[in-house]
Each structure stands twice: as C-alpha cells, then as structure tokens.
C-alpha cells in the first residue's frame, strides 16, 4: 500500500496496526485517518481508496511493482464554508467597513455577570456603526465550542493545515466560525481580554494555537492570508500589566500579518493594591476615559485602515524562517513523503 496518507500526505509506514471493523487497518499518524492494510479501502462507509501494489516474494528479495494495481481515490465532500476558506473566498471589498469584536472573556452562561472588556467592546462597535456606518460583528469565545489545538504541528509543519485540520475533520468545530471572521470577513478587528494573573484570559489562549494554521501557511506555501487589516486591543483588568498583556497580543497579530494603528490598545486596570473589586465595574462604568477611548481606538483604526485597505502588498514579505532555513534541512527523513 501507497505510504504518502489520502488526506495530507502522512506517513503511513509509521501507523499502528489494529483490528477494527472489519479487518487490519493501520491508522495515519498525523490525523488519524484509518485503511485496511489488505484492501487499501477507508473504513466501511467512506469511499476512499488508497494505492496498492502488486508484492512478490523471490528468495530474500521483496519484489514490488512499479505501477499501483489498484489505483488511489480520494473522496471530495462539499462543504459550502470549507470551500470558501480553502480557495480563501474573501468577503471585504474596495468600500467595505466590515469590523470584527472578539471578546475573549469567559463566564457561565448560567451565571451572566458584567463584564469590562466585553464592554468596552461593544461601546466600540457601537460607535463604528454610528459614526462610520460600519457593518459589526461581536463573536464571543465562550459561545463557540472548539477544541484546543491538537498539536499536529508537531508532527510535521504540513500537517498543520488551513483551515486547520480539526476543522477540516469537523466544520461544525467553534473556530470555524473566527476563522471565516477574522480571515475572510473582516477588515478591522478588535480583541478585547481581561487580565487574568498578568495575562490575557485561558480562553485568549486559545484562539491563537488554532490560529496557527494562518501563520504556517507562510511557512509551508509562502502564502500571507491576512493582508490590508487592522487589529487593535482591548486589555481591562482589576489589577495591572496592561502592557505585557498587549505586546503578547501584538506580537501575535503581526505575524499573522496584520498591521495596527499608532496607540492599537485600550487599558484599563486600578493598579497593585485594588482589591476593592467590588468597586472595579462602579467606577468603569462611570469612566469618562473608557467613553473615550473605547472611541478613539475605533478612529484610530478607520484612519489607518482607508490608508492601507487597497494598497498592494505584494511586496510585503514575511521574514520569517522557511524549513529550507532549518539546520537540518539538508538531511533527508526516509520515512517522510515530503
Ligand atoms: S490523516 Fe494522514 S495526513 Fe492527515
């Protein structure tokens, strides 16, 4: 049988063997996908095919044939939204004002409670529609179930695909829905996090490591998916560390390839000795300063974005490191096909 996996080339040969369905089946892995090592056949239900070769035994030699005797098929689901990522339909236009809130906070759904970043948020977004007739969109993690990245990545930098594999196995997966979002629907984005013990939230964390898929698209293809957007922060919390919190942030748009604004965040915090929390969300909602600012971080965007939106950036380059700059490029992994 064929070694290079239907899905995304996986080494096979490297596979556990079990007996599952109805016969031997080995298993890829880098994702999981499963044939039987008799017949080359997915499991029962799948019409996939995989490629297998004549094989003869003549004294201590293996003899196999050059040409598959059973040719590989590999089945096409359509999926109206995976297509329009993977062929990166994008959604903006010339004139579009498409902007994006991310709040990253969590809380119980069965216990609601006021949240500062999320306001502050929204006073944002509000603002962009009425002063620049924006077209908003407020996605709330808490509200998407999807899974941590698995860390195919590890495995070899294709196997961390676009959109990401865990979305490819299941689109009904949490992300998807920032993924055609923030790639393909928006112009502007705005993140909004607390502080949780001098970072942004878990649940922050969380987005970026499936957002890994965008970045590595540089890596293995040379392909930038987020060009002529802005991004921009939102960082409350009780306490401080405002602006870790944001260079952590920063540091990770930029290399997905967005550009920001002069001032690209908003804090708020009441510093080391406020543990008056009680008193935090009282005096946020009476600030001044977060009317402000919650407002000048949006003129902020809009001005920079009319400037960069139709520039060409095909001269932008992501200086980053490719597999051919690695060490060890030169040395050859027998067990992999690519
Ligand atoms: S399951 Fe084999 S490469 Fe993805």
Excluded at 63 to 91: C, G, M, T
Excluded at 178 to 197: F, G, K, N, Q
Excluded at 255 to 270: E, I, V
Aim: proline share 5%.
């Amino acid at each position: 049988m064929a070694n290079a996996c239907l899905h995304k080339a996986g080494p096979l040969g490297l596979g556990v063997v079990s007996s599952k369905y109805d016969g031997l089946y080995v298993t890829c892995p880098w994702h999981g996908w499963e044939y039987n090592i008799e017949t080359g056949s997915a499991p029962p239900g799948f019409p996939d095919q995989q490629a297998l070769y004549e094989v003869k035994l003549e004294g201590e030699n293996i003899l196999i044939s050059e040409k598959p005797i059973v040719k590989a098929h590999r089945e096409h689901f359509n999926d109206p939204l995976l297509e329009d990522l993977i062929k990166l339909k994008y959604q903006t236009s010339e004139k579009s004002l498409n902007i994006l809130g991310l709040s990253t906070t969590s809380m119980s759904p069965q216990l609601p409670r006021f949240s500062t970043s999320e306001d502050a948020l929204q006073k944002s977004l509000t603002y962009a529609e009425e002063k620049y007739g924006a077209a908003t969109k407020m996605v709330k993690l808490r509200d998407l179930e999807f899974r941590s990245c698995e860390g195919y990545y590890s495995q070899h930098s294709h196997a961390c695909t676009w959109p990401c594999s865990i979305t490819e196995m299941d689109p009904k997966d949490g992300m998807t829905e920032v993924y055609e979002s923030m790639i393909l629907w928006a112009d502007i984005i705005i993140v909004s996090t607390p502080i949780r013990w001098g970072n942004a939230s878990a649940l922050y964390y969380k987005m970026p490591q499936r957002l890994n898929c965008v970045q590595n698209q540089i890596t293995i293809n040379n392909k930038i998916l987020v060009k002529n957007k802005i991004a921009s922060f939102i960082i409350t919390g009780g306490q401080d560390n405002i602006q870790q919190v944001a260079g952590q942030m920063m540091c990770f748009f930029t290399d997905l390839g967005f550009t920001f604004p002069p001032f690209s965040f908003l804090g708020w915090s009441r510093g080391w000795t406020a543990e008056d929390m009680d008193k935090n969300v009282m005096q946020f909602k009476k600030s001044e300063y977060i009317l402000r600012t919650s407002k000048e971080l949006v003129d902020n965007c809009v001005e920079i974005l009319t400037q960069i939106k139709n520039i060409n950036m095909s001269n932008i380059h992501a200086p980053k490191p490719t597999r051919d700059d690695s060490l060890s490029a030169a040395i050859e992994n027998s067990d992999m096909n690519i």
